[in-house]
Each structure stands twice: as structure tokens, then as C-alpha cells.
């Protein structure tokens, strides 16, 4: 039996992702489910015990490959869509727009998902102000911008609690990973000696 050097590759990737399905590892199954649901309600969730890697889930079929909160070490980027991107209340996009952001949006992505080569990330417009390494950061500077309402609010600021979370009227769904630039790190550059 032959197998192409493309189609090993592929399998080995695929192999690779499978077993980094949760980057969280302290993450229990219930608060992996609990949080999942949270992201996109409507969509079957199906997570198991991964053993030292805590819980190992998937959500209408898309593998969870990374799930966090917004807290240290959290992974942000920007929208960048021309005109903007609907945030979708389902992993798949197939539902309902919670709001439109604006491109250059500054957002922190709790989470990503892959199904085959397709890729989604569960992004937050969190307000800039909010992160402490945003402070003095080119990257955040002209980020907060107008957002677009599809579904009713709850009338509370969007704010981070101590835990990293964040709660209050933030706008948050599934977006395409072609509809962001996510930062390598919100790092500020260090002088030159």
C-alpha cells in the first residue's frame, strides 16, 4: 500500500488536532459543556474526559480545538471584513445574527472550532479599555467601535469580571477564520539595545 507524502501529512494534522482538541486542561467536562452551550445554544454538544487534558468536546460536529476566557495569556485579534461581520448565535453560521461589528473591531476569541478544513472562531467585542495589555498598544488604539444590534440587550455595559470573563451586553458569535486577523500576542514591542 502507497499513501502520497499530501495525504500523510493531512492525516497526521488531522491526528495531531484530535488528540489538542481542549486547551484548557484544567477544564471539567461540565464547565467545557456548560460553556459551549453558553457559545452557541442551539448546536448538540458532545464532550468526554480527556484525561490530564481535562475535557475533550465537539459541537454539531466541529472539533473544539481551543477553549478559554478572555482573561491572561487569552488569545485577540481584530474583525477584518470589509463593511463589517454578522457575529452568528450557531457554531455552523446557520443561525441567528446577534450583531454586526465593524472591520478593525478589537475582540478576544474564547474559542475556535474545526470541522475538516473549515475553521471558526467564537469571537467577543470586548472594550479595549478592559485589557490590561492593550494599554499603550498600537493594536488597540481606534478599536472600539459602533456595534450593531440584530438581537435585543440587556441594558448593562460590557465589563470584565476578575475571572477573565466578561458579562453585560458584549457582542459575541461564531465568525469564519478568514474574517479575522488574530495577534500572534498583545505584547508591547520591546526597545531595540
Known sequence: ?????????????????????????????ATAQAKLSAM?????????AAGSNGAQCSADGYTVMYLD???????????????????ND??????????????????CIPAMVRKGEEQRHYVIAVPTASVPAC?????CKDADLPVEWKQAKRGQACERTK????????AA?????????????????????
Open 163 to 170: 475571572a477573565g470573563d466578561y458579562q453585560g451586553d458584549c
Open 1 to 29: 500500500m502507497t499513501i502520497s507524502l499530501p495525504r500523510l501529512f493531512a492525516a497526521l494534522a488531522a491526528s495531531l488536532c484530535a488528540g489538542a482538541a481542549l486547551a484548557a486542561p484544567a477544564t471539567s467536562v
Open 173 to 193: 458569535g461564531w465568525v469564519d477564520v478568514g474574517q479575522i486577523d488574530q495577534y500572534e500576542t498583545l505584547a508591547p514591542a520591546k526597545p531595540a539595545r
Open 90 to 107: 450557531r457554531v455552523d453560521g446557520q443561525g441567528k445574527v446577534v450583531a454586526h461589528v465593524m472591520d478593525r473591531q478589537f475582540v
Open 135 to 139: 494599554r499603550g498598544n498600537d493594536l
Open 69 to 87: 476566557n478572555c482573561g491572561e495569556g487569552a488569545a485577540f485579534g481584530s474583525i477584518a471584513a470589509d463593511g463589517g461581520v454578522d457575529l
Open 40 to 48: 452557541t445554544p442551539a448546536s448538540k454538544i458532545e464532550c468526554h
